[in-house]
């Protein structure tokens, strides 16, 4: 089951998002793919800085929620669904490095999307001469419990969750970028028909705003060395 949605967003700066979503099954499992795309009239490095300021990217209004960022702090990027995005700073980079090469950091999220969900993530960063990649993926509690020593409970209704940013330059200081989305999950009520249209639309929106933070981060930055 595939739906495939164009998105014209009236940045002068960025190209038409486009943003394609499947859902099907596998085994005792639902999977959920999306895979989106933009051009940003910006360098790769910029780009590459408006990805991976993930603690930049939350919910300012349900600050009463959160659990590791201080109340009075507020997120550039709004994103609905997140409490909270929190790199982790005490952790065994040894051992993670040895696990996930090229990793950049360790990362918390506390999502409130029809219940309380918590995470962590590993961020990868991967170069080669044609692009760069950045991948994030949920870590498994056994890899939390030995990367981590001191951690938050998770609960999450996923049983895998990745995304992974592929950066190309372009000709005239433009960059490509393609967001490729997967989950997992055999939770119940996230495998019922009824539920899927719902679970899709928010998919859509997670990815489409994937994006949009990107040239939203490089908006600020452009008006800030214009003051």
Not at 41 to 46: H, I, K, T, Y
Not at 53 to 63: A, E, G, L, P, Y
């Amino acid at each position: 089951m595939k739906l495939l949605i164009i998105y014209f967003i009236s940045f002068l700066s960025v190209h038409a998002f486009e943003v394609d979503v499947e859902v099907f099954e596998k085994g005792d499992y639902k999977v959920f793919k999306a895979k989106a795309s933009a051009i940003f009239d910006a360098s790769s490095d910029e780009v590459i800085s408006g990805i991976i300021n993930f603690d930049d990217k939350c919910n300012n209004q349900k600050r009463s929620k959160r659990k590791m960022m201080k109340w009075e702090n507020t997120c550039k990027f709004h994103n609905e669904n997140l409490v909270e995005a929190v790199k982790i700073k005490n952790y065994k980079k040894n051992i993670v490095a040895k696990k996930y090469p090229g990793a950049l950091f360790l990362l918390w999220r506390n999502i409130n999307n029809n219940g309380k969900y918590s995470h962590y993530d590993v961020v990868v960063r991967k170069d080669n001469e044609e692009e760069s990649e950045i991948s994030h993926q949920m870590l498994t509690e056994s890899e939390v419990n030995k990367f981590i020593p001191k951690n938050e409970r998770t609960v999450s209704a996923f049983n895998e969750l990745k995304g992974t940013y592929k950066i190309r330059k372009l000709d005239g200081k433009r960059t490509q970028v393609v967001y490729y989305y997967e989950s997992e999950t055999d939770h119940w009520f996230l495998k019922r028909d009824f539920i899927e249209n719902k679970v899709k639309t928010k998919i859509e929106n997670g990815t489409l705003q994937a994006l949009k933070t990107i040239q939203e981060s490089l908006d600020k930055k452009r008006n800030k060395s214009e003051i």
